[in-house]
Structure formats: C-alpha cells, structure tokens
C-alpha cells in the first residue's frame, strides 16, 4: 500500500494514528502548495482532490482520514484506538464525530475562507462573510470540549481513541493559523498537553 500524503492536519492525523499503531507505509509526497493535488493525475485516485489518499494494494484508493484510520485499525486487528467491541467503537466514533462537527470543520473553513482564501479560493467554493461565524463557531466548540473533559484524561475516558487523535492535529493546526485555544481553556489546554507529549505527535 501507498499513502499519498502532504502538508495540513488531515494527512498529520493519519501518520499520527499510524504511529500510536506502529504501522508503517511508503509515502508519496504531493504538493499541496502547488496545487498537485487538482491536477488530473491526482484527481485520478480521489476525485475531491484532497489529502491524504491510501492506495491499496489491488490499485483501489481509500480516501477520508477517519475511513483511512478505521480501515487500518481492522486491517491490522482491532485496538483500542477505535475500539475491540461495539460498544467501545461507538464511543470513539461519538467523539470523534464531535471533534469534526464542533471544532475541525469551522476551524479549517474559517482559515480556507479568510488567511488561506488566496490559496483556496482557485481550487473551492468559498465564503469570505462567512469566515469569523466559523471561526466563532470553533472558539465556541472548544469551549464545549474544555467542559467535556472535566475529570477525563481523553476524550473517551482512560482510553486514548482516534477522537484524540483529530481533535489534536486541528488544534496544532489552529495555533499556527490565529486559531490559538483560548487562554482560560485549562482543562482543553492540560488534555492538549498530554496528548502532544506523546511520540505519536511528532508523526
């Protein structure tokens, strides 16, 4: 298998659940900044021109970072990281659910629409307007996981799930875009803390 990967938190998620996996893969870098990804070639394998992309080996491609995760977790049996049984998967794809809807969509909408309008604007549909009611919308969800975390080491409880895992690579994200976690946010801010520590961050 191949995964086409490149720059931004959706290929970072992906490597980072490779990590805490121990799962290795050859990597094809693709230049997001010049615009490989929309190019015929590459819209080939996904046709939403997005990254990262896993190439399997039957030459069938498998787009969208958590199907990618998932597909990994059960390809090398189970973990905890998704969950061993119903009940654990559930909650895992709860959170992680809620980390995309309540803070990684605006958060990279909000960016796309406004410091990265240059770059995105040629390649999507944008909404300049309606960048800050997304960003707003990405400060408000972070303030709902700084109360949701309360007396919780992850997102799922003791267990470190995937929803970690996005949930982080975004955050990371929005520091280096003016997206910061806001200063009074001290349990999102600790539980950030935590998960930065781990090897797997560094992915």
């Known amino acids: ?104 969509e605006p958060l990279a909408n909000g960016f796309r629409f406004s410091e990265g309008l240059a770059l995105f604007e040629p390649r999507m549909l944008t909404r300049p307007e309606a960048a800050d009611g997304l960003k707003a919308m990405a400060a408000n969800g972070m303030q709902w996981f700084d109360r949701a975390l309360e007396g919780r080491t992850w997102l799922a409880g003791d267990r470190f799930t995937l929803a970690d895992i996005l949930l982080y690579c975004f955050l990371e994200f929005g520091t280096t875009v003016g997206q910061p976690i806001a200063d009074d946010l001290a349990t999102l801010k600790a539980w950030y803390d935590r998960v930065a520590a781990r090897p797997s961050a560094a992915a």
């Open 1 to 104: 298998m191949k995964l086409y990967n490149s720059i931004g938190p959706n290929p970072k998620m992906v490597r980072m659940f490779m990590a805490e996996r121990g799962i290795t893969l050859d990597t094809v870098e693709v230049d997001l900044m010049g615009g490989e990804n929309r190019r015929e070639e590459y819209v080939k394998r996904n046709p939403r021109g997005q990254l990262p992309c896993l190439e399997l080996d039957d030459g069938t491609y498998v787009a969208e970072i958590t199907v990618i995760c998932e597909y990994l977790d059960e390809l090398n049996g189970q973990s905890d990281l998704i969950g061993t049984t119903p009940e654990a998967r559930a909650e895992a794809r709860m959170w992680t659910r809620r980390a995309d809807l309540y803070v990684c």
